[in-house]
């Protein structure tokens, strides 16, 4: 059965809870999700990092700065879906002045195939 969502909100779900391992384990976690007006079918999108290795019972906070932020297209009228994001390559975790750096593990882990 068809889904109601628009096409760009369920890219956007595929992309919240991708895990991503390198340096350490970290779960993606789309913070930001809203319309871009006055265009039809295209959503801000902010993408932070969640500490994998917490315990279980605590809720994963995500990361205090974004790890991307960009749009996220449905396509449509012969168009493919689309991303197009601004990756930054230190992220802020916890505590102020705690950092990882995140352009490695983003470049080597996060391929992910949309279906």
């Known amino acids: 059965m068809e889904s109601k969502e628009p096409a760009a909100k369920r890219l956007a779900a595929e992309i919240d809870g991708a895990k991503l391992e390198a340096e350490g384990t970290f779960i993606l976690a789309v913070t930001d999700l809203r319309p871009v007006r006055p265009r039809a079918g295209w959503y801000h999108l902010a993408v932070a990092l969640t500490d994998a290795k917490r315990e ?20 449509g009228r012969l ?8 990756l930054f390559p230190t992220v802020e975790m916890g505590p102020k002045g705690s950092r990882r750096h995140s352009s490695t593990c983003w470049a080597s882990s996060c391929r992910r195939e949309v279906t």
């Open 56 to 75: 279980p019972s605590l809720t994963p906070k995500p990361s205090r700065t974004p790890l991307m932020t960009g749009l996220v297209s449905g396509g």
């Open 79 to 86: 168009v493919m879906p689309w991303f197009e994001g601004r």
